[in-house]
């Protein structure tokens, strides 16, 4: 059993060419003999088959339906009594440790963002509650999966894990980001300057109001810039006041915000017709969404936090700036857009870094774990 955040379907599994996604697909199709059920959180509740895989939606759409959801993510293990329960999603490991512990389960939890960012948005009466009944959680894993060093630490050190127990993975990112996709969708984004770009949820954690603060800066250096922010899924509250401000700064005529649905493979489109991509996020465990950047040979900007930190060595490969410093970010943009040869030495790193990677190591390591 698979449970994540994100829905499970039809083009998402089967097409899509995101790397969880691929390595799932192909885990499944190489073994079977077994089958697989597939927990996701879409809008509405669904369930369905798909040969012996079977999928269950389970709509999250607001709080209530999200607890709610919660409650079935122990029901459901519980039920179903999966003999391998593997968890993708921080604050939702605790239902299926006690699902998998009340059903002798094999439990994988699989973290790909930070921990103290979730808890940190629950009232302070919970959150210490929260912090144990996870300590509980990660103790009863049979082994955790972590995306980055920085989520490895923090599981050792705040969680009290053993190291050992703690295995750090690596994706190969998909081939369709390379430095040889088309950018004529820069003739629609900005034909006449340069374009920043930023592929996220549009959330507070993603920090994308320093970004709209910085671009006073940078626009009163590279007047025909032009922001584009690939928002493939949104905050309500969050969404609003984030326009908000565009509108209260006056940065209308700079910020392009696309927020239709498109394919994963339409992102590589959007890579190759930047001249700099830039996530200035508060939290983050590693975001594949750099490495794709990276793959694409765009020079990245990001926040000094977590996986970034991993993978992005300033002045090599990217440049790296704190957290909510509006003024760094900004003249790291400027630095970017104002110097080609620092354009060129970044984007050499950049694609140097991501081909070293030769083989998705999420799909190898779930296979050993899952079938030792």
């Known amino acids: 059993m698979i449970i994540k955040s994100a829905a499970w379907d039809y083009e998402s599994f089967y097409k899509s060419k995101h790397p969880e996604y691929a390595a799932i697909r192909n885990l499944i199709s190489q073994n079977p003999e077994h089958e697989f059920m597939l927990i996701g959180h879409g809008s509405t509740f669904e369930h369905f088959r798909f040969g012996k895989t079977l999928i269950y939606n389970l709509g999250s759409g607001n709080k209530f339906r999200y607890l709610f959801s919660l409650s079935l993510n122990f029901s459901l293990p519980l039920l179903l009594r999966p003999s391998v329960i593997i968890g993708m999603g921080g604050i939702n490991e605790i239902p299926m440790a006690i699902a998998s512990f009340l059903n002798r389960a094999k439990f994988i939890p699989v973290l790909v963002q930070d921990i103290w960012y979730s808890l940190s948005e629950m009232p302070v009466t ?3 509650l929260l912090k144990e009944l996870l300590r509980a959680s990660f103790h009863e894993s049979f ?3 972590s995306i980055s060093e920085s989520i490895r630490k923090e599981l050792v050190e705040v969680y009290s894990v053993p190291s050992e127990k703690v295995l ?5 990112i998909s081939d369709i ?3 040889h996709v088309p950018s004529e969708l820069k003739r629609t984004f900005n034909p006449d300057g340069p374009v920043v770009l930023t592929v996220c949820r549009m959330a507070p954690q993603k920090g994308l109001q320093y970004l709209v603060e910085a671009s006073q800066a940078v626009v ?3 007047p025909n810039v032009r922001f584009v922010v690939r928002a493939y899924a949104s905050e309500p509250e969050y969404r609003i006041e984030f326009l908000n401000l565009i509108n209260d700064y006056n940065m209308q005529d700079h910020f392009k915000i696309i927020e239709e649905f498109s394919p994963y493979e339409e992102i590589p489109r959007y890579m190759a017709a930047s001249d700099v991509f830039v996530l200035p996020s508060i939290s983050e465990g590693l975001p594949v969404v750099i490495l794709e950047a990276m793959a694409c040979g765009v020079p990245v900007i990001g926040s000094k936090i977590g996986g970034i930190s991993d993978v992005v060595v300033d002045g090599y490969n990217g440049l790296l700036v704190e957290p909510r410093d509006v003024q760094s970010l900004a003249d790291a943009i400027i630095r970017v857009l104002s110097d080609e040869n620092l354009r060129d030495t970044l984007s050499r790193g ?4 991501t081909q070293r990677v030769k083989q998705n190591e999420f799909q190898s390591l779930l296979s050993k774990l899952i079938f030792s």
């Open 126 to 128: 919970i959150r210490s």
């Open 168 to 172: 750090v993975y690596k994706y190969k």
């Open 143 to 145: 082994v955790i999966l």
């Open 220 to 222: 009163k250096k590279v």
């Open 350 to 353: 950049a694609l140097s870094t």
């Open 177 to 179: 980001f390379n430095p």
